[in-house]
């Protein structure tokens, strides 16, 4: 596996796969790497000739400082998981290459930029959708990879996708989670074996809500006795659970039989932010 940190390097190699007609996949990460991510690279060679796993901690995306310097960036161990993975590059580039120019552009996605993350991370879309204009400008990827554990995200890279014609094609990969459930996250790296049997709550939390639906709750019921279940978890502190419309993401204040929906919950286990959804179809 190639690890390339600079942007001139790794144009250098796209023209050459390009001149072969090789079909490029692309899975961008902010390394801390586990299964989860190493399933979209598993996907990317599925799929395509060649995969490129970028791993770049995008400082844009991310609106608390203290955040941003305590994400775990365990480079060595990350590129020894993308060797064994049958990852051919990784693209690691750093601040000065990425952001070369102090921009201070901003993209928003009407109400995708206004509920759940958007609402608790101002400015984490716009810093989103920035790095990943840049990678895919950069890599001229043919198809790309994003887990559905951030499902608002995936919906925006489809919007900024269709709206600046990158034409990549998209692959939103199921989530990835431990046996009981809880979501691989890199933020699970600072929680203590302890913590992690309390961070499952907020997935616990996600199939009871599920449960209440399929009983003919209304949302405001479910939603009341989703609050209930994370409060039964010591230090889980809620910040929003939300019922929206699978395809839109548009808050449901009702629901019908058949309605394709997903569950959205985001909370904080001490100092560590989580989240996490499932998507279900209503079976009352
Ligand atoms: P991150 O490094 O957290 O920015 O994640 C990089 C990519 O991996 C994103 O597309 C995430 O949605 C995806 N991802 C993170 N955790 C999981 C998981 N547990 N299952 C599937 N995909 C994931």
């Not at 490029?24 to 060649?50: C, F, N, Q, S, Y």
């Not at 970028?54 to 955040?67: K, L």
């Not at 699970?188 to 996600?206: D, I, P, Q």
């Not at 279940?229 to 659970?241: A, G, H, P, R």
């Amino acid at each position: 596996m190639e690890v390339l940190r600079d942007i001139v390097s790794i144009k250098r190699m796209i023209s050459e796969w390009k001149k072969q007609d090789l079909q490029i996949g692309l899975v961008p990460t902010m390394g801390a790497l586990h299964e989860g991510h190493l399933t979209l690279v598993r996907k990317a060679k599925d799929l395509a000739d060649r995969t490129i796993c970028s791993i770049y901690v995008n400082p844009s995306q991310f609106n608390n400082p203290t955040d941003l310097s305590n994400y775990p960036r365990p480079i060595e161990d990350d590129l020894k998981k993308l060797e064994a993975a049958g990852c051919d590059v990784a693209f690691c580039p750093v601040d000065a290459e990425m952001y070369a120019e102090n921009d201070k552009l901003e993209i928003t996605f009407g109400h995708l930029t206004e509920i759940m993350e958007a609402k608790y991370r101002p400015g984490h879309f716009s810093g989103v959708a920035k790095v990943v204009s840049k990678l895919f400008n950069i890599i001229r990827p043919d198809h790309a990879f994003f887990g559905l554990k951030d499902l608002q995200q995936f919906h925006i890279i489809s919007v900024l996708n269709r709206a600046l014609h990158f034409d990549v094609q998209l692959h939103g990969i199921p989530t990835v989670r431990e046996a009981d459930g809880l979501a691989m996250s890199s933020r699970n790296g600072r929680l203590s074996f302890e913590e992690k049997t309390l961070a499952v709550g907020f997935y616990k939390a996600l199939t009871h809500g599920k449960t209440c639906l399929n009983d003919d709750q209304t949302v405001k019921q479910v939603k009341r006795s989703v609050k209930n279940i994370v409060s039964e978890f010591k230090d889980l502190e809620l910040e929003y659970f939300e019922i929206v419309g699978a395809n839109d993401l548009k808050p449901v204040t009702k629901v019908h039989p058949g309605d394709e929906l997903a569950l959205c919950i985001a909370g904080y286990l001490g100092e560590v932010r989580l989240i996490d959804n499932i998507q279900i179809k209503s079976e009352f």
